[in-house]
């Protein structure tokens, strides 16, 4: 690749396998590490079930879209995703959700780029492909589907705004992936439960409601504990799901992120038996435990290395895998890469202005890349092998930058492998 960021460049030479997501120069696998969490089942029969998960796809379509300058402008300010090739990524992961041939596919929120509703519809019918070989598609929106005054058409220097849904408009748009076949809906949000089989059921929460945006109604919780407490009496296991989060993952993102409700949501999850909780939303690849119940964030699909979940129920346990996308398009590699790097580009401004040499502000942006690579596709097991980390922490306090208590709470989860999980459900 002729990529460096310092000492750390071999951790992207990732290779894809069944089992594992990398690239070139891959690092030793620790495959399934022994982080097992105790949960008590209560006359809940042992789920068998192989389901895969996805989040933040941010889809847009090309139909309003031209890959122009506004539109490229708009990127590179953006968080590292490798929009460019929206399209190839999508179609990729479509693939090898077929090949997979799990369950069921879930997908966690932030379908679209922007909410237009051309994005919806084609993305639909992407959908429909998943369908048509007899895997079952489960969608809830995201705070960038519905209600946006962001959708938009680009056209290279300029863009029109376009129509974004309402909830009722994107139960509609994606009545064939969970909503027409579910259990119960809500009617008070986008909110369902759905049977994967007789012995698994996925509730789907919608946090971005026009009345309870980023949040769960009082209305919503009530219908949640209502159709857990029928599922705890069938004697049916279930995994829940939603776009933002109910536990903190990082001190510096809670607002925002982290529902206001969550205490409320969580109690009742304890009471039921929920143990694992699927979101997205932060774009990490992380997760988190509190009392009884475990979120697992699923990092975005555009964001290099481009992960999905694969989630294996048996035998009293379930076993959480992150997948990269095999994506094989020209130069989508380098492009993907380099998109990843501008997440650095306000340090590397900063660097300038501060007292270090040149060769210090290149060891120092470098690390810091390679510090941002580490924690959001989930593998702090390389960031704590880096022998570079206390000098470099040197050199950062030396320059005078911000970021330190960004780069101290990251710093804590320092050696976890956040690709793999296995859960105790009994």
Known sequence: MGKKWG?????????????YTGRRGIL????LVGILISVTGCGVKDPVANVMVVSDIHYISPRINDNGEMFQSLINERDGRAMLYIEEITDSFVDEVIENKPEALIVTGDLTFNGAIESHEDLAEKFARIEENGIDVLVLPGNHDVYSGNAARFMGESFERVESPDTGRFIEL???YGYSEAL???ENSASYIYEVNDSLRVLMLDFNTYDAYSDISKDTLEWTEKVLKQAKKDGVYVLACGHQNILTHHKLFMFGYVIARTDELTKIFEKYGVKVFLSGHLHTQHYATKGKVTEILTSALPLYPNHYGKLNFFDGVMDYEAVGTKIDAPGYEEYAIESFERMSNPTKLSL????????EQKRVADFFTF?????????MVSYSKSTERDEIKELWDKSGL?????LELIEEDSGKDFK???VKLK
């Open 7 to 19: 000492n750390n460049d071999h951790f992207l030479k990732e290779k894809n396998s069944f089992a």
């Open 28 to 31: 030793s696998l620790l495959f």
């Open 174 to 176: 994606y009545k064939d």
């Open 184 to 186: 119960e809906k809500d």
């Open 352 to 359: 300038k202005e501060s007292s270090l040499t040149k060769e």
């Open 371 to 379: 510090t941002n690579f580490c924690y959001y596709s989930g593998d």
């Open 402 to 406: 911000g970021y330190r208590p960004y």
């Open 420 to 422: 793999h999980l296995r």
